[in-house]
């Protein structure tokens, strides 16, 4: 008997058989988290009181980022930073590692959203990755930066449309510099699937990253520059007394004149702002090295990012030691927005994305996957960050990052530090900044809501990128889901 054939969500033949046998050894373990040589040892958690100037909560991206900045911008400032688990073990240690210059999720959701400040808004992010690029030499970081820029694919024939009136537009506003239209076999001629019918190129825009190295050299930094961290100590209260505010942990307090919260997907110690947010499980495998055979098969040599056009679209990139990264397609919401350690593993989810990868790329056949792990994304309706303050201005948060944080963390920090410090910028100016997204309803509604996009998501996808009403309405709400 031969193996079977299982017809994916796009209707082309792929052996499911093919797809397990490439999966059987992969580890249930997060690929960038696992260098038991490199990762640094944990602070032990916080025991008694403690008191700062600023404490920030959160040792990903967000909080490290704070935290460093904070110490640059006043050497003297006291800091102090809380970690409910190890530094860089959410989001920031587990993403694909593209680190993108958009702060409003791509021009395109830009463009739509803030069309008077679109002009703004991209010449700060490219500020922030030259910022972020300058900081990873500075401070020694090793975590593989390359400035190679991303490739938006078409694999459906209205999505090169898409993708040309999207060139077109920023051409328009003087904002194509570094941007490429790729046809067919200029595209394939980068990265070689059969599945590929154009791309296009923003060349200056993003750059790969080893993003747990990314987190941990920003460990580093902080604790070079003074910053007083503590793992192992989530943040369970936020309460104030006369002109400092607090927070409790399990085995003490910390005082402090200001706080700033990166906690982002999960639930914020300034409940108003949880309504804004809701988890989603987002999936991720990781290939064994390639050989210099299955290399030359696909192409890649300039190693770009890679990303499908789909609403429910793939990302893809090669590691330093020629791994390939193939991440996204399902998107995971839990009734409650609970999380929990047991979402992170979903066989349905590895089956599916291994048949697409093979899909798309089927000079690979035979090539076996060492990891598959999964991992919660802060999303909010807008699909990019939003940030404020609460207890008259010394609490101060930012979130929302939709999976584009790992760029967008760094003006994020910069933000909150502007409103903490009581300053008006250019970025507290913008009208991103001063407007929040819409928040999502309450459950059963919240769950259903979702439920109903996705399908309709979905629906979309396969009917040549038609919007349903249920979609144009959310459009004309300014509501969404983003997968």
Not at 17 to 41: I, M
Request: glycine share 12%.
């Amino acid at each position: 008997m031969g193996d079977a054939v299982h017809r994916d969500d796009s209707g082309s033949a792929v052996s499911e058989a093919g797809a397990l046998r490439a999966l059987a050894d992969a580890e249930p373990a997060v690929f960038w988290l696992d260098e038991p040589d490199r990762r640094p040892r944990p602070h032990s958690a916080l025991v008694g009181g403690e008191q700062c100037d600023l404490l920030v909560v959160g040792g990903g991206y967000s909080g490290l980022w704070t935290a460093l900045l904070a110490k640059e911008r006043d050497p003297g400032r006291d800091v102090v930073l809380v970690e409910g688990e190890e530094v860089g073990w959410a989001a920031s240690g587990r993403n694909g590692g593209f680190c993108a210059a958009s702060l409003t999720h791509g021009f395109g959701n830009g463009l739509t959203r803030w069309p008077e400040e679109i002009t703004a808004l991209e010449e700060l992010g490219l500020r922030n990755l030259d910022a972020i690029e300058e900081a990873v030499g500075r401070y020694g970081i090793d975590c593989d930066f390359a400035r190679t820029g991303e490739i938006a694919v078409a694999t459906e024939p209205h999505q090169v449309g898409e993708l040309e009136e999207m060139a077109e537009e920023a051409h328009a506003l003087g904002l194509d510099e570094g941007l490429t239209f790729l046809d067919r076999d200029a595209v394939r001629a980068e990265a070689d699937s059969p599945t590929f019918l154009a791309g296009l190129w923003d060349r200056r825009g993003v750059a790969m990253v080893n993003p747990a190295r990314l987190a941990w050299g920003l460990k580093r930094a902080c604790e070079e520059a003074g910053v007083r961290i503590y793992e192992h100590t989530p943040a369970t209260r936020l309460g104030a007394r006369g002109a400092e505010v607090a927070v409790r942990t399990p085995y003490g307090r910390v005082r402090a004149r200001h706080i700033a919260l990166g906690t982002n997907a999960f639930p914020s110690l300034v409940r108003r702002v949880r309504p804004y947010i809701v988890p989603v499980y987002d999936y991720a495998l990781m290939t064994e090295p390639l050989s210099e055979e299955q290399l030359a098969a696909v192409g890649w040599k300039n190693r770009q990012g890679l990303s499908d056009s789909a609403n429910h679209f793939h990302y893809f990139r090669i590691t330093a030691d020629n791994r390939v990264l193939w991440g996204g397609y399902d998107v995971l919401y839990h009734y409650g927005s609970r999380i929990a350690r047991e979402y992170e593993q979903r066989p349905e989810t590895f089956g599916k994305l291994a048949r697409h990868f093979f899909r798309c790329f089927p000079q690979l056949e035979g090539v076996r996957f060492t990891h598959r792990w999964g991992g919660v994304i802060d999303t909010c309706s807008r699909f990019s960050p939003f940030f404020g303050t609460a207890m008259g201005g010394r609490v101060g948060y930012a979130a929302g990052y939709t999976g584009l944080g790992v760029g967008a963390t760094r003006f994020g920090a910069e933000v909150m530090l502007d409103l903490l410090d009581g300053a008006r910028t250019e970025r507290t100016a913008l009208e991103m900044v001063r407007k929040k997204p819409l928040p999502f309803p309450p459950e059963p509604v919240r769950w259903a809501g979702i439920g109903i996009t996705q399908w309709a998501l979905a629906r979309s996808d396969a009917r040549g990128g038609e919007r349903n009403l249920w979609l144009r309405a959310m459009d004309r709400a300014g509501m969404g889901f983003d997968s």
